[in-house]
Nanobody, 123 residues
């Protein structure tokens, strides 16, 4: 079982910056990939940024050039640096981790979600 704890959300003015963090904890696991998703009221959840084990990244077109995803492998933590924020970035942001769980008899790959953190950008 893996737990994801998110932090860093809040209220910021347009053009400002926020840094989200997501820390993974558990018994025995390795992270294959981690990503940030967001879901605003009345909208579908969308992928914002993804980082894989080899360090490759992928960004939604709407955030490319403004957001940066990174990982601290020693802390099992993923970050989302959000710069030049716009009002349309307002959403609940969710951390997702693709994990191989070694606490079982046979390793098992599973996806885990954080609880979500609110980001409000005023205009």
């Amino acid at each position: 079982q893996v737990q994801l704890v998110e932090s860093g959300g809040g209220l910021v003015q347009a053009g400002g910056s926020l840094r989200l963090s997501c820390a993974a904890s558990g018994s025995r696991f390795s992270i294959n990939s981690m990503g940030w998703y967001r879901q605003a009221p009345g909208k579908q959840r969308e992928l914002v940024a993804l980082i894989i084990s080899g360090g490759g990244t992928n960004y939604a077109d709407s955030v490319k050039g403004r957001f940066t995803i990174s990982r601290d492998y020693t802390k099992n933590t993923v970050y989302l640096q959000m710069n030049s924020l716009k009002s349309e970035d307002t959403s609940v942001y969710y951390c997702k981790a693709s994990v191989t769980d070694y606490s079982r008899i046979s390793p098992l790959r599973s996806d885990y979600w954080g609880q979500g953190t609110q980001v409000n950008v005023s205009s």
